[in-house]
């Protein structure tokens, strides 16, 4: 059994988040923790959710009796920690951290380290909400702003630095590595881990084996 199952982004709500490939890895890669590292609703409104969104719930349900589970907050996430402990069952914090034998891992959801997320919130949050009221009265606003999404997210990457705003937090507060998500991209490039997301054509998670070898795995 590996140490740890680390997946991120998986937007329950949104049309387009991949909720049935999801339960199929949680199905296929055992482990004694399981981290969802931000994200994993889209939207504060449940009504959103389908059955197979509803099922990924109730299996992480399951899974929390058998495993431990950690949820990570994430910049969709609509309540604190301590109360989507509550809606969920099971630990909800900001961060963790993994010891192996030899590094320090710091798991985060990965939106500290976005600078126009960050130092522009308030404009962040207008774009959200014109998103959902659009999409509200525009039925092929998901169409829309999926392919608008697709041709930005490298720049939005490179622009607001992300990778490397983390590495530079990594280095000078003593940890070895970083997992996170945010950018739906899936990346290891050594230091810096990106698990990916659920919402995307290409996803990705993330596994920790008993050895301690980090993983990254890619999947269409």
């Given at each position: 059994m590996n140490k740890y199952l680390i997946v991120s982004d998986i937007h329950l709500g949104d049309k387009h988040s991949r909720a049935d490939l999801l339960l199929k890895?949680?199905?296929?890669?055992?482990?004694?923790t399981i981290i969802i590292a931000g994200d994993l609703f889209d939207h504060h409104n449940l009504h959103r959710l389908n059955k197979t969104h509803?099922?990924?719930l109730s299996k992480l349900r399951k899974l929390s009796k058998k495993c431990k589970i950690i949820y990570l907050i994430g910049n969709h996430c609509f309540l604190k920690a301590e109360f989507m402990s509550i809606l969920l069952g099971f630990n909800c914090k900001d961060e963790h951290i993994i010891e192996l034998k030899d590094e320090k891992v710091l798991v985060v959801h990965g939106d500290i380290f976005d600078i126009y997320f960050t130092k522009y919130k308030w404009i962040t949050n207008f774009i959200i909400k014109v998103y959902y009221l659009i999409r509200h009265y525009t039925p092929f606003a998901d169409d829309f702003f999926?392919?608008?999404k697709h041709h930005t997210n490298d720049f939005v990457e490179k622009s607001s630095d992300i990778k490397q705003n983390a590495l530079n937090y990594i280095n000078m507060n003593g940890y070895d590595k970083i997992i996170c998500g945010h950018t739906h991209l899936p990346e290891d490039d050594c230091k810096y881990i990106n698990t990916g997301s659920f919402g995307e054509k290409e996803c990705g998670y993330v596994i920790?084996?008993?050895k301690g070898k980090i993983r990254l795995t890619k999947i269409k």
């Amino acid at each position: 059994m590996n140490k740890y199952l680390i997946v991120s982004d998986i937007h329950l709500g949104d049309k387009h988040s991949r909720a049935d490939l999801l339960l199929k890895v949680l199905k296929e890669n055992k482990a004694k923790t399981i981290i969802i590292a931000g994200d994993l609703f889209d939207h504060h409104n449940l009504h959103r959710l389908n059955k197979t969104h509803w099922k990924v719930l109730s299996k992480l349900r399951k899974l929390s009796k058998k495993c431990k589970i950690i949820y990570l907050i994430g910049n969709h996430c609509f309540l604190k920690a301590e109360f989507m402990s509550i809606l969920l069952g099971f630990n909800c914090k900001d961060e963790h951290i993994i010891e192996l034998k030899d590094e320090k891992v710091l798991v985060v959801h990965g939106d500290i380290f976005d600078i126009y997320f960050t130092k522009y919130k308030w404009i962040t949050n207008f774009i959200i909400k014109v998103y959902y009221l659009i999409r509200h009265y525009t039925p092929f606003a998901d169409d829309f702003f999926k392919l608008f999404k697709h041709h930005t997210n490298d720049f939005v990457e490179k622009s607001s630095d992300i990778k490397q705003n983390a590495l530079n937090y990594i280095n000078m507060n003593g940890y070895d590595k970083i997992i996170c998500g945010h950018t739906h991209l899936p990346e290891d490039d050594c230091k810096y881990i990106n698990t990916g997301s659920f919402g995307e054509k290409e996803c990705g998670y993330v596994i920790i084996d008993k050895k301690g070898k980090i993983r990254l795995t890619k999947i269409k």
